[in-house]
């Protein structure tokens, strides 16, 4: 009998310092540490390639709509200089024409607006990944179980937490 007192009294005390490691192991805090993600894809050389891009394709869309906007300014001034001269007929049908111009220069300027945000978004997709890619492996390898992103706007407000930024960019092989 005492030595089933022995036995039950060895397995409750067991069973209660497993219960206490499992509650050391789940009180652990989680590593956090933040980086500033936008200014590593800025600072990426393919993300200043990409800019040059977009700026040169919005310069061909503003010329074209530049043009477009010289073509309609010339028909309403003959427009204006020929309007009493022509029936009225003649002046509905004009203006109708001038509408229908000026329509097609906002289908345009909407039209080159989604173009545009859509070439941005091909050309700096990959390199959010590259960048993101990048973050895990350096927060992984360095033991971190969370990373916040300190870029301005994204609602994270920073204290005296560590900063990967540096290593990341050491990943990336970004040089300052």
């Known amino acids: ?11 409750v005390v067991m069973f209660l310092m497993a219960g206490i490691n499992t509650v050391q192991a789940q009180a652990t805090p989680s590593k956090v540490c933040h980086v500033a993600s936008q200014e590593l894809v800025e600072q990426l ?17 503003e010329a074209t709509l530049a043009e ?18 022509r029936s009225e007929e003649e ?14 220069l906002e289908e345009y ?16 997709k990959p ?14 390898a360095k033991g971190f179980d969370y990373v916040l992103d300190s870029t301005t706007g994204t609602g994270v407000i920073m204290a005296d937490g560590y900063d990967i930024t540096p290593d990341v960019k050491k990943e990336l092989g970004i040089t300052e």
Do not use: F
């Open 68 to 85: 477009m906007d010289k073509e309609l300014q010339n028909k309403a001034e003959q427009m204006k200089s020929l309007s009493d001269t």
């Open 45 to 61: 050389p393919q993300a200043k390639a990409a800019d040059k891009q977009l700026r040169d394709l919005a310069k061909t869309y």
């Open 109 to 124: 300027y909407q039209s080159s607006q989604g173009a545009m945000g859509q070439k941005r978004t091909d050309l700096l």
């Open 127 to 140: 390199l959010y990944k590259k960048v993101r890619d990048a973050i895990q492996k350096v927060a992984r």
């Open 91 to 104: 002046n509905q049908r004009a203006y109708a024409e001038l509408m229908a111009g000026q329509k097609k």
């Open 1 to 11: 009998m005492k030595q089933v007192k022995t036995l039950i009294t060895a397995a």
